[in-house]
C-alpha cells in the first residue's frame, strides 16, 4: 500500500473508532432516560460505581488538590502581589484552577483509577464468559454494566472536581497566611475569588466534567468489551482504553476552553 | 400457546461451525413440552454441546431455527429476547459466574433484575432451594472462594429460582458428589410437575440410570446427530 493509502486507512479507521464510539455513548444517554432501563440491579451497580469512582477517590484528590493549592494559589498571590495585581487573584484562581487545572486532574485520577479497571473488569468477563452468563439471564450489557457505569463516572468527575477546586483553595488560602502572603480575611479571600467566577465558567465546568467522564467511561467500555478470547489482550485493551481516554480528554478541554472563552 | 405446546423446540437445526470447542449439530429436531424431563446422553470428548445456547437464541443456527414458546429465537425483538430468557434457568457447562458479585447476589440476579418481587421474598426462595440441595445456607462470598461442589449447587438454585419454564442443566453433576444427585432429581421432579421442561445433559451413566428418575424422553449424541433413544 502507498504511503497515502496507509494514512487513508489509518484515517478511516479512527474515524470508525470515533464513530462508534458516539453511537455507543448515543444509545447510552437515549437508554438511560428511560426509567424502566432502572431496576434494582441496575441501580446497584450505579451506587457501586459512584463508591468506587467517586467516594473512594476523595482521599487522593484531596491530596493531589491540597499541594495544587500550595503550588497554584501561593504563587499567584505572591507574584500578583508584587506585580501589584492583588485584585485580579480570584479572576487568575478561577483561570487556572477551576476552569483548566481541576477539570484536567480529576479527568486524569478518575481515569488511572476507574478508567483501567473497567476497561480490564469487563475484559475479563468477556475473556470468561461473563457477558454471556448475563444475556443468558436475560439482562443487556449495555443497559446493566454500560449505563450506569458512564453516568457514574460523568458525575463522580463533576463532584470531584468541585471538591478538588474547594480544597485547592482553602489549602492555599492556609498556605498564604503560612508564609505571610495574601488576604488574611478569608470572607476577603472568598469575594475575590467569586468575583472572578462567570456564568461562562458553571458551563465550563459541567462540559469538562460531564463530557470527558461520559467519554472515559464509553472509550473504557468499548475497549475492554472489544477483547475476544485471550487473557493476553486485556492489558492491551487497558493501555488502549487510558491512552484514548486522555486523547479525548485533551480534545474535548480544548474545544470547551475555546468554545466557551473566546 | 396451548397448555400443551411444547415450549422448545429445534427444527432441522444444523451449526457446523466448532464454536470455542462446541461440538456441530446436523438436523437436529426436537421439542420441550411442559412438564418434562428430557434427558441427551453426550459423549465422551464432544460433552461441550450449542445446545443450550441455541435453546436461549444465544447462537444462531445456520440451518433450521430454534423456538420459544412458539416464536422463532430471531423473530423476536431484544426485549422481547431479554424477557424470555428471564424464563430459563441454566447450569452452565463451564464458569457461570459474574466474578465480581457475590454468590447470592448471582443468584438472585435475574429475579432481582427482571421481577418486582421483595429481596426478601427472593432471598427465602433461594435459601429454601438451597436446604433443598443440602446447603446449609446460600453462599455470601465471591465465586471465586467457595469450595467448587458448593458453587456447583448453588448453580443449581440459581437454575430453579422463580419457577422458570425451561430449565437447561448442562452436566449439572460435574465436581458434585453422586450422594446429592437424590436432591437435585427430586427439585427437578417438582420442576415438572410445575409445568417446566427439563432438558438435562449428561456424561454420567449412573446419573442418567438412577432409579428415582422421573419418566424422562432419551436422547443421545451420536457425533453431530441427536438419536432418540427407544427406552425414551
Redesign the interface.
Known sequence: MTFIGTIGQHTTTRMRTAAHLFAVLGSILAQATRLRNW????RAVFARQVLFTGVEALRFVSLVAFLTGISVVVQAQVWLGKAGQSAMLGSVLIAVILREVAPLLVNFIVIGRSGTAIAV?LA??KV???I?????????ALL?LAIPRALAFALSVFCLTIWFTIVAFISGYAFGILFGVGATDPVIFMNTVLKGLHPADVYNLLAKTLVPGLFTAGICIMEGLSVR?SITEVPQAATRAVVRSITALFIISAIVSVLTYI | MNANDPILEFRDVTIATALRGHAGLDQVNARFRPGTLTIIQVEPGNEQLPLADLAEGLLCPEEGHVSFQGEAWTAMLPEQVLQRRAQIGRVFDGHGWISNLNVNENVTLSQRHHTRRLNAEILAEAETLARAFGLSELPKIRPALVAHQDLRRSEWIRAFLGRPLLVLLERPMQGVPLEHLPRLISVVREACVQKAAVLWLTDNDRVERHSELPPATRYAMRGQTMVKMENG
Not at chain 1, 431496576?39 to 441496575?42: I, K, V
Not at chain 1, 454471556?132 to 443487556?140: C, F, N, P, S, T
Request: no cysteine; aromatic share 10%; net charge negative.
Open positions: 431496576p434494582r440491579t441496575t473488569e475479563n468477563m470468561f464468559g461473563e454471556k452468563v448475563l444475556e443468558a439471564q436475560g439482562l443487556d446493566y478470547h
